[in-house]
């Protein structure tokens, strides 16, 4: 019986609605789905609990019972006096109760195995003794007793109205209350104060004023009254804390009973902030898709060039090849340049640098800087000179690294612009502080170019240039002397463009007289000597051609011991050494060098085919100042080498660059070199030859396979020296895939320099 009654409930619960609604019982009872529920779940127990009770043998009601304390039917008497004291008439009561019976004879007779004629009569006398009790309860109850019930039920009405009004007042977010033709009944103190001014919590309600509350907030909220049932919208209101975005939220107060809304709740929900959150995300969103795009066409573009060159290489175009290698080194340079001013925004766009000042000396880090700017393509048609004011300090407390930045962007835009008048570069002192200016010779600074210098960098973003570039350089300047407390500005003066900034700067000691004359000092040699060790005869010919280039008197060295015999007769500036040669290791000689007078002071950079492979060996040490991986170009050579030059990250990759300058004749004797060196490694590979030795070959021949393009083989013969020092016994399957004919070599050069060696 139990398990049928739980089956059935909600068909008994939805009899019970049809029947009162039917026969006009509805508006006199609760609208409330769950309170109807909870009358069938009291049914329920009271009819299980009367069927478990001993009875006699006859049907029926029975004279000799007090049903008025039957305690069988205890639970229907407090039912029926909860509902007496809430004004419910006898009449009224007996009439649902009827229904109510009905409708369970009824589900109890559909059923095949619950159906019996015994328990229906069960179910039936439960129901009469019932009406029986209730109303020998209901009648013995004087009208004092009655009034005191009501007016009890009448105090916690009160009580629980004023619960639940207090818990609506309390709720964070505005909240109205609508009647079902969308009329306001009652607002939350968050609502209230949101829309009208001075007011207290509880005045729409009780205070006299309430219509004109009432109707303030209608005239503010407008459409909001307007939505559709369930419906959600984001709409923007005028409030009193100004315009404000809202997730207004409508949901149906339901009659159960009839089906019908009683009312409405309208939720407020104030999203004003993620709105403007999801607006500047969104914008953030358009600024990427420009920056993508841009950036697409920055590098497309010399990308394009770098792969038309080279076609017309491979098709051995000789005529041309100057002009084609140009193009390659000219479109490389600017992809290098994009891609650092695309990494030098993102940094600046999680917020400014802190400056760290530091002693400096000027005239050398900017003569310095001068040197640098003249390697690059831009050079080759407009020179760099600089120009120094009297009274300018050698000497000044600056962030350098922060300077030469902001000098490098402008000068290498100004070299772009330049129309073959030269890029000068000026210094001058104003009371405390240092004024740069950079000047070209071209067609002026473009306004759209122009406009990254003033406004904020975060409505800057990348776009096309009609000299080529991304427009960043200029914008990552502006934020670095603004991080430094200084300006910056321009103006066009009709034969060119002047960029200038200024910075703060503290004078330090060692300054020159101010009687010294004004410098002009365009880039060139400073009598600097270098001296180059390196058994690679192919490595050494391109690297004595870069230092060359950037200003050193350069001495070769193919061994350690040719290196001493050379520091007997002759004084360093720098030296470049490799790290493996035939009579010791470079690490070895430089403690030897720093422990001595003649180069306890000189620049000491390092070269190495296989930079991992020194990074984890324990004989690095402090002794280098630069390790850079072979082959060096003359840019990275020229900033590990000059003065006051930060020590780069390992050199990009080689190209076709690393030779670029040399003769036919050098390139040709270097092939065939290489194949001379490369033929007798061919043969000590087929020979029991010690490891260790194998191992250093290998080493150099990485080193001559990279100055020449040969990446896949300077990779093996990486491979083989790893080998040969941490596993000897494990080197097979790098010899034989090390068996690199001859004639391989000779097409790839053929294709390359158009020339047979």
């Known amino acids: 019986m139990t398990a049928y009654l739980e089956q059935v409930t909600d068909q008994l619960l939805h009899q019970s609605i049809l029947f009162a609604k039917r026969n006009a019982y509805a508006p006199f009872t609760t609208t409330i789905r769950a309170a109807w529920l909870e009358a069938i779940l009291s049914l329920n127990e009271a009819i299980l609990g009367y069927l478990g009770h001993d009875r006699p043998n006859t049907s029926g009601p029975l004279a000799t019972v007090d049903y008025a304390r039957d305690p069988r039917l205890a639970r229907m008497r407090q039912i029926a006096r909860q509902h007496r004291s809430q004004g419910v008439s006898l009449q009224l009561y007996l009439g649902l109760f009827k229904h109510f019976r009905r409708v369970y004879l009824d589900a109890l007779s559909k059923s095949a195995t619950i159906g019996t004629d015994a328990l229906l009569q069960q179910v039936r006398d439960f129901f009469d ?61 968050a609502a209230v104060e949101l829309f009208v001014d001075g007011t207290e ?106 792969l038309g060159a080279a076609e017309l290489l491979r098709r051995g175009d000789r005529n041309g090849q100057e002009s084609y290698l140009d193009v390659i080194q000219s479109a490389g340079q600017s992809l290098l340049q994009t891609l650092n001013n695309v990494l030098d925004y993102s940094k600046l766009e999680s917020g400014l640098p802190e400056p760290r000042p530091a002693d400096t000396d000027l005239l050398a880090a900017l003569e310095t800087l001068c040197a640098i700017a003249s390697v690059g393509p831009d050079a080759a048609r407009s020179s760099v000179s600089l120009e120094i004011a009297r009274d300018v300090p050698t000497h000044v407390r600056i962030d ?5 930045q902001v000098l490098t962007n402008l ?8 129309q073959g008048g030269g890029v000068k570069l000026r210094v001058a002192r104003t009371q405390e502080r240092l004024r740069f200016e950079v000047a070209d010779h071209g067609p002026g600074l473009p306004e ?21 570039g991304a427009g960043l350089g200029l914008a990552i300047s502006r934020e670095l002397v603004r991080a430094m407390g200084g300006q910056i500005g321009f103006s066009n003066t009709g034969i060119g463009a002047v960029v200038w900034f200024d910075v703060p700067c503290t004078p330090v000691l060692n300054d020159r007289d101010d009687s010294t ?52 007769t002759s004084h360093y500036d720098a030296f470049v050494i490799d790290y493996l040669l035939p009579d010791g ?9 720093r422990s001595g007078n003649a180069g306890a002071c000189a620049r000491v950079v390092g070269l190495t085919a296989n930079v991992e492979a020194l990074r984890a060996s324990a004989d690095l040490g402090e002794d280098f100042d630069v390790i850079l991986a072979k082959p060096a170009d003359g840019a990275t050579l020229a900033q590990a080498l000059l003065p006051f030059a930060a020590k780069p990250v390992r050199n990009s990759p080689p190209g076709r660059s690393n030779l670029d300058g040399l003769s036919g004749e050098t390139i040709s004797a270097m092939a065939k070199a290489f194949i001379t060196q490369w033929e007798s490694f061919r043969i000590r590979l087929r020979q029991d030859t010690h490891r260790k030795e194998l191992g250093d070959i290998a080493h150099r021949l990485a080193g001559s396979s990279a100055q020449l393009g ?41 294709a390359n320099f158009g020339c047979d060696p």
């Open 201 to 306: 919590v509880g005045d729409s309600i009780y205070l006299r004023s309430r219509k004109t509350l009432r109707s303030r907030m209608t005239a503010r909220l407008g459409d909001a009254l307007k939505l559709d049932e369930g419906a959600e919208k984001t709409l923007w209101i005028d409030t009193l804390a100004g315009r404000r975005c809202f997730d207004l939220r409508l949901r149906v107060l339901h009659d159960a009973v009839e089906n019908i809304p009683l009312g409405y709740l309208l939720q407020l929900y104030d999203v004003t902030a993620h709105r403007h959150a999801t607006e500047t995300a969104q914008r953030a969103e358009r600024q990427m898709s420009r920056f993508l795009a841009t950036m697409s066409h920055e590098i497309r573009t010399p990308l394009h060039s770098v």
């Open 710 to 750: 040969l990446h896949d083989l300077e990779h093996l013969l990486n491979e083989l020296e790893r080998r040969c020092e941490t596993d000897p016994s494990d080197i097979a399957d790098v010899v034989n895939r090390l068996d690199y004919p001859v004639t391989d070599w000779l097409q790839w050069h053929e």
């Open 411 to 418: 000068v290498t835009n100004a070299l772009r612009h330049d």
């Open 448 to 468: 759209c170019e122009a406009r990254a210098l003033f406004l904020p960098f975060s409505e800057t973003s990348p776009r096309h240039t009609a000299e080529g």
């Open 585 to 593: 290791k470079g690490p070895d000689f430089v403690r030897d060098l």
């Open 129 to 189: 003794e019932s009406e029986l009790s209730i109303v020998a309860d209901w009648t013995t109850t004087g009208d004092n007793q009655r009034l005191r019930e009501l007016q009890d039920r009448t105090r916690r009405l009160i009580l629980e109205k004023d619960r639940y009004f207090a818990i609506f007042e309390s709720l964070r977010n505005p909240a109205l209350l609508l009647d079902r033709h969308r009329a306001i009944v009652h607002g939350n103190h």
């Open 517 to 568: 004359p004004p410098q002009t000092a365009p880039h060139g040699r400073r009598g600097w000597r270098c001296l180059l060790i390196d058994d690679d005869r192919i490595g050494a010919i391109i690297s004595s051609h870069h230092l060359q280039r950037i200003g050193f008197e350069t001495d070769h060295a193919g061994s350690l011991a040719e290196a001493r015999k050379a520091l007997e």
């Open 400 to 404: 350098w690294a922060m300077v030469r």
